[in-house]
């Protein structure tokens, strides 16, 4: 590891002066850090069930034009983006390509992970890949957590409801 956290020095070496994440501070002089404050970027990934039961297939929804229907257009805005997102130098220019799933915190709920195996292969296989390469790094413990059945955020539930 280096200056940039949990960046491997790798990666940091070949984007130079434009890393994914800002430097970070000693624990010892850095205020934030002595008071226990520390920030998790956390991705809560999900989407209903959209398939007409019938059909076994998603019908066209036209509020999500000019995509097919609402998987496909925050697939395209969101998901794929976050297992390819783009590293631009200070001319805009594509310098470095990271999986973001290796760096957050997220869960992501059965039917999405479903949809994207269908349908994203590729996106689907860099998530995991990412989860495995985060659990390396952080002694066994990856990046992915399990999604509760009603798909609550269970950081921000209330304590009856992480108990229930």
Known sequence: MNAYGNVP??????LGSVAPLTPVTDPGTDSLARTG???TVHGHFYQPPRENP????????PSATPFHDWNERIHHECYRPNAFARILNEK???VGIVNNYE???????????????????E????????????????DGHGNAIAQVYNHIIMPLANERDKYT
């Open 123 to 138: 996106v689907y296989q860099r998530i995991l890949e990412a989860d495995r390469k985060s659990a390396m790094r952080l």
């Open 54 to 61: 019938y059909l076994d297939a998603i019908e066209r929804q």
């Open 103 to 121: 760096y957050m915190s997220f869960n992501i709920g059965p039917t999405l992970m479903s949809w994207l195996e269908r349908y994203d292969v």
């Open 37 to 39: 404050v520390f920030v």
């Open 9 to 14: 020095a790798s990666l940091t070496e070949e």
């Open 92 to 94: 805009g220019q594509l």
